[in-house]
């Protein structure tokens, strides 16, 4: 095949993912897409994925209790995910809306003037 050649959308959005570090395509659809269905309808109105990176998933919730619970949660939804959609995720990170990251897993870091909400 020459650098000429036509490459289907699929091959080259995967190739794209790829070269982001980021999961392929469905990978990232089934997480984002049945993020209800894995997480259960509870957890999903107070959760929500925002970003798959490298193993690291980065969620959003409504209010810092939340991220408490997340963190409980952790194994348990990290599991979730590699049973129900086959997403290996090795760690969560959990972040207040418009608040710092925080790890699920290891010391969290602040991200610029925000401090961690857990340590």
Do not use: N
Request: glycine share 10%.
């Amino acid at each position: 095949m020459s650098d000429r050649d036509p490459v289907s959308l699929t091959a080259s959005l995967d190739e794209v993912m790829r070269s982001l570090r980021g999961a392929d395509r469905r990978e990232v659809g089934g997480l984002f897409g049945r993020w209800e269905e894995v997480v259960g309808a509870q957890i999903a109105a107070h959760v929500r994925p925002v970003r798959l990176d490298d193993g690291v998933l980065l969620v959003e919730v409504v209010e810092p209790a939340w991220a408490t619970q997340v963190t409980f949660l952790s194994a348990g939804l990290r599991e979730r995910l590699a049973t129900e959609i086959g997403v290996t995720v090795e760690r969560i990170e959990v972040r207040v809306a418009g608040r710092a990251v925080v790890r699920t897993e290891g010391r969290a870091k602040p991200r610029g003037r925000d401090t961690p909400l857990v340590d």
